[in-house]
C-alpha cells in the first residue's frame, strides 16, 4: 500500500488548509486510518484518527476546528483544517491499516504564519 498526501502549505493564522492522502489500494477494508504530525523538535503527535472504520478521535490542539474524512470510491482521506494556528506548523502523515496504523505517507509540510 503506497500512500501520497498533498496539500500542504504557507497560510496566514485563521486561515484554513485541506490535505488529501490518496492511497493506491482499497480503503474500504482500512480498520484504522490517521493523520499524525510532526512540529520541529517536537515528537510526533495525533492529530485525528478513525478505528474500526467508523470512531473518528481528535487530538485536543485540534478538537473543533479539523475535520477527518473519507472518500471510499476515491480511496482518498481527507483532513480540513480550519482556524489555523502557528502552532499548527507541522509536516502531516496520512497513514492506514488493518488492525493497525501499518503504511505510512511521506508527509506534507503545513506552515502558519502569525
Known amino acids: 500500500v503506497q500512500l501520497q498526501a498533498c496539500g500542504g502549505g504557507s497560510v496566514q493564522a485563521g486561515g484554513s488548509l485541506r490535505l488529501s492522502c490518496k492511497v493506491s489500494g482499497s480503503i474500504f477494508s482500512m480498520t484504522h486510518m490517521a493523520w499524525y504530525r510532526q512540529a520541529p523538535g517536537k515528537q510526533r503527535e495525533m492529530v485525528a484518527i478513525i478505528r474500526s472504520g467508523d470512531t473518528t478521535s481528535y487530538g485536543e490542539a485540534v478538537k473543533g476546528r479539523f475535520t477527518f474524512s473519507r472518500d471510499d470510491a476515491e480511496n482518498t482521506v481527507y483532513l480540513q483544517m480550519n482556524e489555523l494556528k502557528p502552532e499548527d506548523t507541522a509536516v502531516y502523515y496520512c497513514?492506514?491499516?488493518?488492525?493497525?496504523?501499518?503504511?505510512w505517507g511521506r508527509g506534507t509540510l503545513v506552515t502558519v504564519s502569525s
Open positions: 497513514g492506514v491499516g488493518r488492525g493497525r496504523l501499518s503504511d
